[in-house]
């Protein structure tokens, strides 16, 4: 497989650890994905109702359905294979399902509307699961041991912990992040639209997608290990929303999805929509440790999801398609 | 007297925890009710691919129906 050749950034930089040195970095390159394929039933349709999170192993990739409430499951090279899960409130059953996250040969899904957390092995048998007080919006498992559960605040009573730690047997270990709270609900929680990609060495990166460069790094203990800044060239884009009484509001949006590999971000960039609203985009940021733009990447169309592996781009699109990309530099 | 007075208090006491409680309890079921889906319309609104705008109004339609069916005037 072709290596994406991704930039040597000579730098020293500001680290995950805090290091603080001389920075000099090479410019951006720029690749362009060319597709490789497009997932679809014989008769044209997406396998797909409503996709809301991709996770990968080794050699498979994992669709979580929303609509469908399952988990379509994919070869690496798009083939669809089979169907983990349907809609219930039983052990392997899910109801409104919104994260999911893999680790070796087990599958993490935040249940949403039951909300619990449930293990599976990647060929659908149930392993186990745990309650909770909310209902889980994003899953990280970082070891068996460690599972960051994400939830949505209520906005009801002032700044609520978004980041809740357990155990594999569903103790309670920790709690962290403070949500943005103004008192007008739908903005703050527009504002509170955060993302938990993995990082190296059980670690992982906290994201807010909107008013905020900043990129964190914390422990598997909820502990903040360093923070970056993403560079003031990143494309960023403004949008007012209509806001409490009347009032509008300017969002800055960072990123509509993004995606972590070998220690570099994947942010999608929100684009402009015909209906001059702000959507999914057709552009890709990969950030480097310091916040840096160490490359882009034009897509052929808007995808709204993404997962990433070495040069290969896992993406949905509008219609609800997998589809495949390589990277070629332009 | 004082026995006529305590009695009719027991029995209001009496009368009021069997006809208020259920249909407290039954309030509180609505209202879990309520937030439950409340929170299933949010995140469907969040996981929507919508622009950014239109998920903020479909947010707040989610807080609409919320208050609309805690008030008990239509369910979500």
């Known amino acids: 497989m072709k290596k994406p050749g991704l930039p040597i950034v000579l730098a020293i930089g500001l680290g995950w650890q805090g290091?603080?040195?001389?920075?000099?970095?090479?410019?951006?390159?720029?690749?362009?994905?060319?597709?490789?394929?497009?997932?679809?039933h014989a008769d044209g349709g997406p396998f797909l109702s409503h996709p809301v999170a991709l996770a990968r192993n080794e050699s498979q990739l994992f669709i979580l359905d929303m609509d469908d409430d399952d988990?379509?499951?994919f070869s690496k090279s798009g083939a669809f294979e089979y169907v983990i899960g349907r809609k219930g409130q039983g052990p392997g059953e899910f109801h409104l399902p919104s994260g999911?996250?893999?680790?070796?040969?087990?599958?993490?899904?935040?249940?949403?509307?039951?909300?619990?957390?449930?293990?599976?092995?990647?060929?659908?048998?149930?392993l186990s699961g745990f309650r909770i007080p909310f209902s889980p919006h994003r899953i990280l498992a970082l070891g068996p041991e460690r599972i960051v559960v994400m939830s949505l605040p209520s906005g009801r009573d002032g700044r609520e912990k978004m980041l809740h730690g357990y155990d594999g047997s569903g103790q309670l270990l920790w709690e962290a992040g403070?949500?943005?709270y103004s008192r007008d609900s739908v903005y703050d929680l527009m504002r509170n639209r955060w993302f938990i990609l993995k990082a190296a060495g059980g670690e992982f990166f906290l994201m807010r997608g909107a008013d905020d460069r900043a990129v964190r790094r914390l422990d598997e203990d909820g502990v903040l290990l360093g923070e970056a800044e993403v560079t003031e060239k990143y494309p960023f884009q403004e949008i007012e929303i209509p806001g409490r009484d009347g009032q509008r509001r300017t969002l800055r949006a960072l990123c509509w999805n993004c995606a972590s590999d070998r220690e570099r971000l994947y942010l999608l960039v929100p684009e402009r929509t015909e209906d001059d609203d702000l959507g999914p985009g057709r552009a890709i940021?990969?950030?480097?440790?310091?916040?840096?733009?160490?490359?882009?990447?034009?897509?052929?169309?808007?995808?709204?999801?993404?997962?990433?592996?070495?040069?290969?781009?896992?993406?949905i699109d509008l219609e609800a398609r997998l589809r495949i990309f390589k990277l070629e530099p332009k | 007297m004082k026995r006529a007075i305590a009695m009719t208090l027991a029995v209001l006491?009496?009368?009021?925890?069997?006809?208020?409680?259920?249909?407290?309890?039954?309030a509180r079921a609505r209202a879990d009710i309520c937030y439950d889906?409340?929170?299933?319309?949010?995140?469907?609104?969040f996981e929507s691919d919508e622009g950014i705008v239109k998920t903020?109004?479909?947010?707040t339609v989610c807080d609409l129906a919320l208050g609309k069916c805690v008030l008990g005037f239509t369910k979500l």
């Open chain 1, 100 to 126: 999911l996250d893999v680790l070796g040969d087990r599958l993490y899904v935040a249940d949403s509307a039951n909300r619990r957390v449930q293990v599976v092995d990647t060929k659908g048998k149930y």
């Open chain 1, 19 to 40: 290091q603080v040195g001389i920075c000099r970095q090479a410019p951006p390159l720029h690749y362009a994905a060319r597709e490789v394929k497009r997932e679809t």
């Open chain 1, 285 to 315: 940021a990969v950030i480097g440790p310091a916040g840096e733009i160490v490359a882009s990447i034009d897509l052929p169309e808007r995808l709204t999801r993404i997962a990433v592996e070495g040069n290969t781009i896992f993406g």
């Open chain 2, 37 to 45: 889906d409340w929170e299933a319309c949010r995140t469907r609104a």
């Open chain 1, 71 to 73: 988990i379509k499951v």
């Open chain 1, 178 to 180: 403070d949500s943005f």
């Open chain 2, 56 to 59: 903020t109004l479909w947010l």
């Open chain 2, 13 to 26: 006491c009496f009368l009021s925890a069997f006809l208020w409680l259920p249909q407290s309890s039954s």
